[in-house]
């Protein structure tokens, strides 16, 4: 059990992420997939997110992420320790999103260049989330920079055997 002032770390407090995923050249392939196969389709978003990378230890990332559904946005902070990383597969630990307003933008983006943290990307995309027991798909149609990546989360087996089956796709 890890410490802080103020109490103790509780276990869901950092999580685990597994996560593989390929660039392809069309998302629609993925989508029929995830429909055919009964996956339970989550949110369709816009997002804006910015990333900043540690100084010191390029494996460590903050990121600032506006998300808008519709005529609602919200606006989290979240950050992420990778442990592993290669070309299709990344684990690491990722902490819980912090929502935050636009005011307090100014404020993060001075507690981030104090810890040494500088911006590393400036992404805009449109997210399909879908959903199917252990696994999640996130579908993301970048339009800065124009890309497009199909990424699966979850235990890593189940990661393994699905990212197998949409290899072939």
Not at 95 to 120: A, C, D, G, R, Y
């Amino acid at each position: 059990m890890m410490f802080y002032r103020g109490g103790k770390f509780k276990k869901g407090d950092r999580m685990k992420e597994y996560e593989k995923g390929i660039k392809v050249d069309d998302i629609q392939p993925y989508i029929n997939y995830c429909e055919k196969n009964s996956y339970k389709k989550i949110s369709v978003t816009e997002q804006n997110r910015k990333v900043f990378e540690n100084r010191n230890d390029r494996k460590i990332i903050s990121r600032i992420t506006i998300e808008k559904h519709g005529e609602k946005e919200k606006i989290y902070l979240d950050f992420k320790n990778f442990s592993m990383h290669t070309d299709s597969l990344q684990i690491s630990q990722e902490s819980k999103e912090l929502e935050i307003t636009k005011k307090q933008i100014p404020i993060i983006l001075s507690m981030l260049n104090t810890l040494n943290f500088e911006q590393s990307a400036d992404n805009f995309r449109t997210r399909y989330v879908y959903k199917k027991g252990n696994i999640k798909f996130e579908i993301d149609d970048y339009k800065v920079p124009c890309m497009k990546v199909v990424a699966l989360e979850g235990k890593d087996e189940d990661v393994e055997r699905v990212f197998d089956e949409i290899s072939k796709l």
